[in-house]
Structure formats: structure tokens, C-alpha cells
């Protein structure tokens, strides 16, 4: 006779059973078929200093020649970390502020040091919570040779996987990337993964020293891949890392004939435009915060698909890449240094909550006073 009261129930339940998402992209990103509930996005071209971003720690160490295993040590410093951004923030292409290509510099110095230890550059992040993930980095090598430029993954001395780019291997004919994951058979062959089944030298069709490419790894619990410009390059099924690390970009040289030669004549410099990685966490309230957010897994844009960059970022403003960080509502509960936004969502969730008690106290009353 009174269907008021019913109705509002059943509409009620409907709304708190109809659960959408918050925000876009709050349950992941996915590359492949694989779904991984982080980011980290570094947009180097437009990052004026690098000891400003939380994402990542520029390294200052030194190691004598025993423990490089070289005729020379390794003296990596801050001040060999150069930010070279472009000179407007809204350009996508030209020069950097200090001149040549923009981006992060890392510097191997030339000459040979007085002291014995080459001067060199190297970044990692401050997360060590890496475990399994799609990591990408748009780079360009130098093409003075005897530097070794490397982009890689780091747990420890047996558990990497490394892009390594040998400058004095580039010739006319010749333009390998090396490929590979350290491993304890590495280690018993004196850390020379050269007759291990995990090392690769892969010709690239393509100049590393003469223009910006994405050199990228996925690294899933069975296998890792390694692309350049979305190419599949060699998939590796052994020796697979199993504990969680960081990514780390590298420019150095030992002076070893057998690996990165040099010392460089000249200053060197490897550029970086961007390093993207989208992973799963082992930090048990990473992992937490995602359950929380992560609310309609199967909704659409619940989670969200890499775009693949099929082409090199050569600078040029068309050839940029995306980052989900500069879109208004991609990275809701992410870390990401200056991404547009970082927390919200579980409010919204609890006035969601609040709405439907409100909608349940007003029908009993409605019953009540109809009774
Ligand atoms: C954020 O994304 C959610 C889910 O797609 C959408 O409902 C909401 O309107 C978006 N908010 C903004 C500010 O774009
Ligand atoms: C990453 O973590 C999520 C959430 O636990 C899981 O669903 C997904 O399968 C994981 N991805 C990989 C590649 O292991
Ligand atoms: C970068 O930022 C740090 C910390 O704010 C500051 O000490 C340093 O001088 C800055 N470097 C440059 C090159 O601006
Ligand atoms: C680098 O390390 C040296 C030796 O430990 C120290 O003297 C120097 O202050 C450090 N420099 C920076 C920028 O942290
Ligand atoms: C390392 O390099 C930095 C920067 O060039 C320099 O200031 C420092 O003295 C060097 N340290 C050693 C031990 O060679
Ligand atoms: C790396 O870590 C693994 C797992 O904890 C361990 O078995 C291995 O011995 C370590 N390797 C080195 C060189 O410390
Ligand atoms: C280029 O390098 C390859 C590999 O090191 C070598 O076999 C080849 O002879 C070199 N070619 C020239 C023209 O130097
Ligand atoms: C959200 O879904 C729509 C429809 O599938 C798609 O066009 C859009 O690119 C998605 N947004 C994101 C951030 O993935
Ligand atoms: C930009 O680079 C892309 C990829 O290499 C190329 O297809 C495109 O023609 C270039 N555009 C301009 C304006 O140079
Ligand atoms: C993510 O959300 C949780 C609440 O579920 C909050 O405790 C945490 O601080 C948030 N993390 C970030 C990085 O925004």
C-alpha cells in the first residue's frame, strides 16, 4: 500500500552496491597482462634540480681499483649530476638551459685522474620496494668511448638485470646493447657474466650515441624481457631476481680493455629524458593502501594500460611520451614526486558510506511515521 519505504531501502542498497572508483587508475596499471599497483615517473626534461626530487638519491662514493675490478677506481659525485632542463616548461623539444641535449647529464670525466679514480655519475631511487615491474628509460649514450652506460635493476651483486651500452663497442657496423642478469654463476666466474646463460649481445638497428631511444625491462616472476623503442630485443627465463630493489642510472668507467675501457679522453655525457617504472611493492603498507583503494578491480579505468612507445623520443615535440602524473586523477595514492595529486579517494569512500547510513535512517523514518 505504501511503497516508500521499500523503494528507498531497495535504492538504498543499490547505491552501496554500486560501488565505482574514485579515481582513474586507482587499482593499477597494466602492461601486458600483467597489473602492477605502483609508479614512479621522472620527467627529466623538466626538472631543474635533481637533489629537489624525492624520488631519487644521486649517488657520492668512491672505489678503489681492487674493488672495481680495473686498472682504475671509481670516484662517482654529486656535482657529476647535472640537470640540464629544457628552457621553457612548456616545451617538449630544444635545447637544454646549459646548451646540447636536454635532460639529466651524468658525466664520466676525462683524462687520467691524478689520483686513480675516474669521476663519474650515478642516480638511484630512494625506493628499495622494487619487486617485479615495467621499467622504461629514455636515454641517449655518449659516443666517446671507453665509458660503460648502464640502466638497472639492483638487489644485489646475484640478483640485477642490466642494459649496459659499451661506448667503445659502437662503430659503423657495430651497435650492441648488453643484456644482463647477474646470477650466482656470474658471481662464480668472477662477476663476468660473459659465459653465463644470461648475458646477451644484442645488435641494435640504431645508433645508441646519435639520438634518444626508450630502452625498457619487464621483469615478471617467469621472465625478463628487454625492448628498445617497443621492439622486443631477448627474453630471459633464468637467473630470474626473486627479492625486491631499486633502479639505478649509471655512467662509469674502470679503465677494464674487456669491458668499459677508457678512460674517456674527453668529458662523456649519457642523457636522460625520463625513467618510468610501474611495479608492485613488497612494503607490506604499499600493498595495504592499494587493497583499500583498489574497491571495483573489473570497473572501467580501474585500471589502466601503459601506452606503448613504439617510436624513439627523439626530441621533438610530437615524440614525447606520457606520463600519468601530469593527467589530473592517474595517480591518486601514488608517490610520485610532483605529481598533480597524491592522496585522496578514502574520503570520498566514507561519504559514500555516510550518504547511504543517512539514506537507511531516513526510510526507517519514513516507515515509522507511515506505520
Ligand atoms: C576522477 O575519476 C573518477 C573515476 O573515473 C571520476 O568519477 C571523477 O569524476 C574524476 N575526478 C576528476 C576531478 O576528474
Ligand atoms: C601485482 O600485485 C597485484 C596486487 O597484489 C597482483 O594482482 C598482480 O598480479 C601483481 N603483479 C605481478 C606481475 O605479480
Ligand atoms: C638544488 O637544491 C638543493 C637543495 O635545495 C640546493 O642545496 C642546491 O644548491 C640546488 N642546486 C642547484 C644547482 O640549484
Ligand atoms: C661525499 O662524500 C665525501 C666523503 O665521504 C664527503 O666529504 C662529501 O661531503 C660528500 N659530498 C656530498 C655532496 O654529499
Ligand atoms: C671525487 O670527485 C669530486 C668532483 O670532481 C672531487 O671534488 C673529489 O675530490 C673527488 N674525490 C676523490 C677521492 O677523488
Ligand atoms: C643475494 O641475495 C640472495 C638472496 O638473499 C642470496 O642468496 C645471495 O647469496 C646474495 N648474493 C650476494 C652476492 O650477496
Ligand atoms: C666493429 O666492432 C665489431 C665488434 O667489436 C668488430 O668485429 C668489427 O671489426 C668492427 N668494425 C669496424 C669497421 O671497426
Ligand atoms: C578510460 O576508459 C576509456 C574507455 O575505455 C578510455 O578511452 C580511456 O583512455 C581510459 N582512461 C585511462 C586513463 O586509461
Ligand atoms: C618526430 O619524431 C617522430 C619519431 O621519430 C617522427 O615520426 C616525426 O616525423 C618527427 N616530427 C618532426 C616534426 O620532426
Ligand atoms: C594512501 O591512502 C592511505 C589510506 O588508505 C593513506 O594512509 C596513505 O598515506 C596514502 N598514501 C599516499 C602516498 O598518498
Known amino acids: 500500500m505504501f511503497p516508500v519505504p521499500s523503494s528507498?531501502?531497495?535504492?538504498?542498497?543499490?547505491?552501496?552496491?554500486?560501488?565505482?572508483?574514485?579515481?582513474?587508475?586507482?587499482c593499477g596499471y597494466t602492461v601486458n597482462s600483467a597489473l602492477y599497483t605502483e609508479?614512479?615517473?621522472t620527467d627529466f626534461l623538466h626538472l631543474a634540480n635533481i637533489t629537489t626530487d624525492t624520488d631519487w638519491q644521486p649517488q657520492n662514493y668512491t672505489v678503489t681499483p681492487a674493488l672495481a675490478r680495473g686498472p682504475y677506481g671509481k670516484n662517482a659525485s654529486v656535482s657529476d649530476v647535472v640537470a640540464n632542463p629544457l628552457k621553457s616548461q612548456y616545451d617538449w623539444a630544444g635545447d637544454g638551459a646549459n646548451g646540447g641535449d636536454a635532460g639529466l647529464q651524468l658525466f664520466v670525466r676525462g683524462g687520467v685522474p691524478q689520483d686513480g679514480l675516474i669521476p663519474m655519475a650515478e642516480v638511484a631511487t630512494a625506493r628499495v620496494d622494487m619487486l617485479y615491474g615495467s621499467f622504461r628509460a629514455g636515454m641517449k649514450v655518449t659516443g666517446t668511448p671507453g665509458t660503460c652506460g648502464?640502466?638497472?635493476?639492483?638487489?644485489?651483486?646475484?640478483?640485477?638485470?642490466?642494459?649496459?651500452?659499451?661506448?667503445?663497442?659502437?662503430?659503423?657496423?657495430?651497435?650492441?646493447?648488453?643484456?644482463?642478469?647477474q646470477s650466482p654463476d656470474s658471481e662464480e666466474a668472477g662477476f663476468n657474466a660473459a659465459n653465463t646463460?644470461?648475458?646477451?649481445?644484442?645488435?641494435?638497428?640504431?645508433?645508441?650515441?646519435?639520438?634518444?631511444?626508450?630502452?625498457?625491462?619487464?621483469?615478471?616472476p617467469n621472465a625478463v624481457e628487454f625492448y628498445a623503442d617497443g621492439v622486443l630485443l631477448d627474453t630471459m627465463t633464468s637467473a630470474i631476481p626473486t627479492a625486491p630493489g631499486h633502479i639505478t642510472l649509471s655512467h662509469w668507467s674502470n679503465g677494464d680493455p674487456t669491458w668499459s675501457a677508457g678512460p674517456p679522453t674527453e668529458d662523456a655525457i649519457l642523457t636522460v629524458q625520463y625513467l618510468k617504472g610501474y611495479f608492485n611493492s613488497s612494503d607490506p603498507a604499499r600493498q595495504q593502501d592499494w587493497s583499500k583503494r583498489?574497491?571495483?578491480?573489473?570497473?572501467?579505468n580501474a585500471t589502466c594500460p601503459v601506452p606503448e612507445v613504439t617510436q624513439a623520443p627523439n626530441g621533438n615535440a610530437s615524440a614525447h611520451t606520457f606520463f600519468f602524473s601530469m593527467q589530473a586523477n592517474e595517480t591518486v595514492n601514488q608517490t610520485v614526486f610532483g605529481s598533480k595529486q597524491k592522496s585522496q579517494g578514502i574520503a570520498l569512500e566514507l561519504s559514500r558510506t555516510g550518504i547511504a547510513v543517512l539514506m537507511l535512517t531516513l526510510s526507517s523514518v519514513v516507515w515509522i511515521l507511515l506505520q
Open 8 to 26: 528507498l531501502l531497495t535504492l538504498c542498497i543499490t547505491f552501496l552496491s554500486f560501488r565505482s572508483i574514485q579515481a582513474d587508475c586507482e
Open 39 to 41: 609508479l614512479i615517473e
Open 150 to 181: 648502464a640502466f638497472f635493476w639492483y638487489f644485489n651483486d646475484t640478483q640485477e638485470i642490466d642494459m649496459e651500452f659499451l661506448s667503445a663497442e659502437f662503430n659503423a657496423t657495430s651497435q650492441p646493447v648488453n643484456l644482463v642478469l
Open 197 to 220: 646463460g644470461t648475458f646477451q649481445v644484442h645488435q641494435l638497428n640504431f645508433t645508441p650515441s646519435e639520438g634518444f631511444h626508450e630502452y625498457r625491462f619487464d621483469w615478471s
Open 294 to 300: 583498489c574497491i571495483s578491480p573489473s570497473a572501467v
